[in-house]
């Protein structure tokens, strides 16, 4: 699936999209300021989670809650220097805890990812516009 879409249309295109998912552990893919974080903050919101979203750059990881007591991780792996290293903080045990796991800077521990996972591109055609592809 690809979609161009403005900002003011991300809560549309996670309902899109929220069905098209069939793998736990979703990676999202592009340079940075492309929205990754932005789109992860919607589909946390559609997912029921009422906690505040943000990126977890210097803490590797963040744990959300939604309504039923379930839990959601977000990853942002930017600065992350080995695969070693998300080995070391447990990596493995969430990739494959059945959970939402939601990856930024996915390429960065690439061998770890479970087969299934998906993956959502991103690119800035705009200011305020992105193109976004499921795969």
């Known amino acids: 699936m690809t ?4 900002l003011g249309e991300i809560e549309t ?4 999209i929220l069905p098209l998912l069939k793998s736990s552990v979703i990676c999202f893919k592009g340079e940075m300021g492309a929205g990754k974080t932005t789109l992860i903050q919607s589909l946390c919101a559609a997912l029921s989670v009422e906690d505040v979203v943000s990126s977890p750059t210097f ?4 744990e959300y809650q939604n309504k039923a007591g379930k839990s959601i991780y977000h990853f942002d792996f930017y600065r992350i220097e080995s695969e070693e290293e998300a080995l070391d903080f ?3 045990e969430y990739l494959y805890s059945g959970n939402f ?5 996915a390429e960065n521990i690439a061998s770890l990812l479970p087969e299934d996972h998906q993956k959502i591109e991103l690119e800035k055609t705009g200011t305020l516009t992105r193109k976004l592809t499921l795969k």
């Open 101 to 105: 796991c939601l990856i930024e800077w």
């Open 90 to 92: 447990g990596a493995e």
């Open 13 to 16: 295109v996670v309902k899109e």
């Open 3 to 6: 979609r161009s879409y403005a």
């Open 59 to 62: 803490s590797l990881i963040n």
